[in-house]
């Protein structure tokens, strides 16, 4: 391999011929060996954004020369195409505040753009990654900047997940809406529900979760583009903030203004938290629906078995036959992390002093990664469980049937006592509340076909 000597603050740096990072990159790649993952694409997307709007704002103010803004814009637009993202070699987690990233960024542009020009890789006299890429910027605002592009664009993407879940369990609702079965509270026999309404439950529910996360995204549009270091907007032109969130806008198709308190947007990190911990909000709602699930099918024989469950592969690799709620417990293990994510996101977002919250690396990859997890995984869920579910209506009637809570019902024409006094004799000797009431002549038989019939079991809501 071949190399060339690019030069930083630090001195002489050994890079890669064929490399379109620099110096900073070179001593961060050593320096920032973590997690083994490569920074997320919607944040190498959301930086390189950035740089092209800082690079428009500052060419229209005058601030830098025409040609080389245009360069450094020809030079975005490729990356945002797809080509040179394997030269953002900074890892998800690295240095503090993501200086690391915002160089690697800038380094790539820079080299990228001095080919436009027809010059050579390393030329920085010419094209420079912190005198003419980040023109008018810092670390300080561009990467708070960017982690809320990046999320805002990893939580669209999971709100349309959500909105898939919650249609297949509307779905199931509906096709439940007739089947009769047990009510459970304190996980023991209570009065009579439909499947049915308990999954509009988990619809409402979860939508209700998706609501408070698209109330949550709102403060991520306001952005601290332009605050620079401290949020002084030291070392930017008058006007350049307002143009360059306009371009950021633009590029991103996101609705993005200025935040009303520079020094906020760079100290405080309370969007983002409001977003994770609705993130997790959703998960325990999700966990919860995918906990009953599990208990309703689990069987076949020596469980509830409520519902079937389609086989999505082979459950056991020893016990022929077995089908598991495999689907259920992957969701489980994705709202797990979903959960654990957000307490580092809360550690992370009280860590700040002054004017800088220097954690953001760390905090951005939380929530990045619950985001993927749900968009990813709630389609296939919706689709590879939700949707494949089957009510098993011999074993809902039979459970109906044969549960002594029925005697609930009679309350209203034996008392309370006296219906306490035949759940306890149903539970001895295993008769039926029907049977019991019957051969007690308690009610006749037109009136206990009335008390118990669908209308009464299931109410007046």
């Known amino acids: 391999m071949s190399f060339r000597i690019d030069k930083d603050s630090l001195g002489e740096v050994k890079v890669p011929s064929g490399a379109y990072y620099g110096a900073f990159s070179a001593r961060a790649k050593e320096q920032y060996r973590v997690t083994g993952q490569p920074a997320h694409a919607n944040l190498v997307m959301a930086f390189v954004m950035i740089k ?17 803004a245009d360069a450094i814009v020809k030079a975005c637009d490729e990356i945002l195409a797809g080509k040179l993202h394997d030269q953002f070699v900074v890892e998800a987690i690295n240095s503090g505040a993501g200086t690391a990233f915002n160089m690697n960024t800038n380094e790539v542009i820079a080299n990228r753009a001095l080919e436009v020009l027809g010059k050579k890789k390393g030329d920085y006299e010419t094209v420079s990654p912190n005198d003419h890429v980040n023109m008018s910027q810092s670390s300080n605002d561009t990467f708070p900047t960017a982690m809320h592009v990046a999320i805002l664009l990893n939580m669209e993407a999971t709100d349309a997940a959500i909105t898939i879940l919650v249609k297949s369990l509307r779905k199931k609702a509906h096709e439940f809406k007739d089947a009769i079965k047990i009510g459970r509270t304190h996980v023991m026999d209570a009065i009579p529900v439909t499947l049915g309404a308990e999954f509009e439950e988990y619809a409402y529910s979860i939508e209700r979760a998706q609501k408070k996360m698209r109330e949550a995204m709102g403060g991520l549009r306001e952005v601290g583009l332009g605050g620079t270091a401290v949020g002084t907007g030291a070392n930017a032109p008058r006007g350049y903030r307002a143009l360059a969130i306009k371009r950021l806008s633009e590029v991103s198709k996101l609705k993005l203004e200025p935040s009303e308190n520079m020094f906020y947007s760079l100290q405080s990190k309370f969007d983002v938290a409001i977003c994770s911990s609705a993130l997790r909000n959703l998960a325990i709602e999700l966990t919860k629906m995918a906990n009953d699930i599990r208990l309703m099918a689990s069987g076949p024989t020596a469980g509830l078995a409520e519902v079937l469950i ?73 689709a590879n469980m939700v949707d494949g579910l089957r009510a098993n209506k011999d074993r809902l009637e039979s459970y109906v049937e044969k549960s002594p ?34 051969e007690k002549k308690l009610m006749t038989k037109a009136e206990l076909d009335k008390a118990l019939s669908k209308d009464s079991i299931l109410g007046s809501g």
């Open 52 to 68: 092209r709007s800082a690079a428009l704002a500052n060419k229209e103010l005058k601030a830098l020369d025409a040609q080389k």
């Open 310 to 382: 389609p086989a999505v592969h082979a459950g056991s690799s020893i016990m022929p036959g077995k089908v598991n709620p495999s689907l259920a417990e992957c969701l489980n293990m994705v709202c797990f992390n979903v959960m654990g994510n957000d307490v580092s996101v809360a550690m992370a977002a009280q860590a700040g002093q002054f004017e800088l919250n220097v954690m953001l690396p760390g905090m951005l990859k939380c929530v990045l990664d619950s985001t993927d997890m749900l968009k990813n995984f709630l389609p296939i869920f919706a």
């Open 405 to 438: 809570v029925l005697v609930t019902l009679l309350n209203p024409y034996i008392g309370y006592l006296k219906a306490a006094e035949i759940y306890k004799e149903s539970l001895k000797t295993g008769k039926s509340i029907r049977e019991l009431v019957l």
